[in-house]
């Protein structure tokens, strides 16, 4: 067990409720605090009495939405206007082209949603970061309130329940957990990669077949060229008009 959290573990059990809502919101914010095995720890300590499952999960709830928040407005009020700088600034469109900056939103205007819900549970330490990138690439609230809300009920209720029905076990079903979210993201990023490979070798395929399309063709238009030129020549040099 970490120090950070045995710390958090003393804090939550010499304040109770208010040293969770305190530690998930600031987790949820993006501060790097392992949420997960402390909501898990809420659940065993649940199970022997000492919390009211019904109180963590509200508890744990109100709070992962509330630090969720947070971070979007950040990334709303200040994330936007450093992207608007960048693409109005000529030093950083030379790095960053403003025409990068338009397909960004628009890719998260249209992908955005599930990246928010997966990110409330399966890939929780993302969570920080795509809430910034929410709020950034204006992506509308009202709609990362919907998957926010919906992934983080189960970003509340699976820790808490894993916790309050294993009990002492709780420790070995955190590492699970945490094993299977790596392998879960890395199997994604693999998808994603040879995604990306075979679009790009079709995209590759279908250009060399439109170059050799239009090669064909200016072949053909010069041999038409030709042919008529060598016509004109032997009409010029007879003084009669080609026989058909």
């Known amino acids: 067990m970490s120090n950070l959290l045995s710390l958090l573990l ?6 109770g409720y208010l040293a ?22 809420a659940g065993a300590f649940a ?20 630090g969720d928040n947070t971070g979007y407005l950040v990334g709303r ?12 600034s000529k030093r950083w469109n030379r790095l960053i082209p403003p025409r990068r900056i338009v397909q960004s939103r628009q890719y998260f205007q249209r992908r955005g949603g599930w990246a928010i819900f997966l990110s409330r549970f399966l890939f929780s330490a993302l969570g920080g970061v795509v809430n910034l990138l929410s709020g950034s690439e204006l992506y509308p609230y009202r709609y990362f ?12 209720i699976i820790p808490l329940m894993l916790g309050y029905i294993f009990g002492a076990s709780w420790e070995a079903i955190g590492d699970v957990l ?10 994604l990023v693999v998808i994603l990669l040879v995604t990306r ?13 439109t ?23 032997s009409t010029k040099s007879t003084g009669n008009l080609p026989l058909l």
Request: net charge negative; aromatic share 10%; hydrophobic share 55%.
């Open 47 to 66: 199970a022997l009495g000492d919390f009211n499952i019904v109180l963590l999960f509200i508890i744990s709830f109100s709070a992962l939405v509330c």
């Open 20 to 41: 969770l809502w305190i530690a998930v919101f600031v987790a949820a914010v993006g501060i790097p605090i392992p949420v997960t095995l402390l909501l898990l720890a």
């Open 211 to 233: 170059n050799i399309s239009q090669i064909e063709e200016n072949q053909s238009n010069l041999a038409g060229v030709s042919t008529v030129a060598t016509a004109e020549t």
């Open 145 to 156: 309130l919907l998957f926010d809300t919906s992934g983080e009920a189960l970003g509340a």
């Open 77 to 88: 009020i200040w994330g936007s206007k450093v992207l608007d700088w960048i693409e109005r």
């Open 197 to 209: 490979v075979i679009r790009n070798v079709r995209n590759l395929k279908q250009v060399n077949i």
């Open 10 to 15: 003393t804090f939550l059990q010499n304040y």
């Open 178 to 187: 945490g094993y299977s979210s790596f392998l879960i993201l890395s199997l």
